[in-house]
Each structure stands twice: as C-alpha cells, then as structure tokens.
C-alpha cells in the first residue's frame, strides 16, 4: 500500500502563485508515475499534470506555460508549482500514484490517492 498526503493549498488572490506537495509512504518502491488532478465542486475530477519515474511531464492545456510538476525521488514527494493563478484553478487538488510506465492522464488509471487540498483563488 501507498499512502499519499497533500499540502500546500490556500487562498489565493488572481495571479499569484501557490506550491502543493505530496508526500508519499509505505511501498513507494512500485510508484512510477505521480499525477495532480483537480475536481471543482459538481464537475469531474481531471487530469492536471503528471511526472514519470525518469522525470518526463506532462500537462493538460489550460495550465501549460503556468504550472510546474516536479518530484524527488529520494524523498518519495512530488510537487506542484502554480503560478498565475486564476479564478477557474479554484478546487481540490489531488495527488495520485501509479505503479507503471508513462503518465496516465486519467482518473482510473491511478491506483493510490491523497485526501485532497484545496486551492481557491479569489478574483
């Protein structure tokens, strides 16, 4: 088993920036991909960026050029840097873990979730 815990999340004024973490534990040994995925209140939960074992990223469109993953392995975390934030980033934010190879960009392709963080941003 995995256990996944995120921080990091506030309140946030239009164009600022936040920094998420997640910490995993347990058999962190079997991850290889780590995801970020967000979930706004009455919409379904969706794919935010996503970091391979090696390092490759990946990032849905409307956050390219604005958000950052990055991990480090030695210390089981990954991490989510946000920066020009706007109002629709607004939601909870959710790590999530994968034992495999490539960066799934779905929801039920992740085997091991955090509780989620929110992140509100204010206009």
């Known amino acids: 088993q995995v256990q996944l815990v995120e921080s990091g999340g506030g309140l946030v004024q239009a164009g600022g920036s936040l920094t998420l973490s997640c910490a995993a534990s347990?058999?962190?040994?079997?991850?290889?991909?780590m995801g970020w995925f967000r979930q706004a209140p009455e919409t379904e939960r969706e794919f935010v960026a996503g970091i391979s074992w090696r390092g490759d990223t990946y990032y849905t469109d409307s956050v390219k050029g604005r958000f950052t993953i990055s991990r480090d392995n030695a210390k089981s975390a990954v991490f989510l840097q946000m920066n020009s934030l706007k109002p629709e980033d607004t939601a909870v934010y959710y790590c999530?873990?994968?034992?495999?190879?490539?960066?799934?960009?779905?929801?039920?392709?992740?085997?091991?979730w955090g509780q989620g963080t929110q992140v509100t941003v204010s206009s």
């Open positions: 999530a873990a994968n034992p495999g190879r490539g960066i799934p960009t779905t929801a039920k392709e992740y085997d091991y």
């Open positions: 347990g058999r962190t040994g079997s991850i290889y991909a």
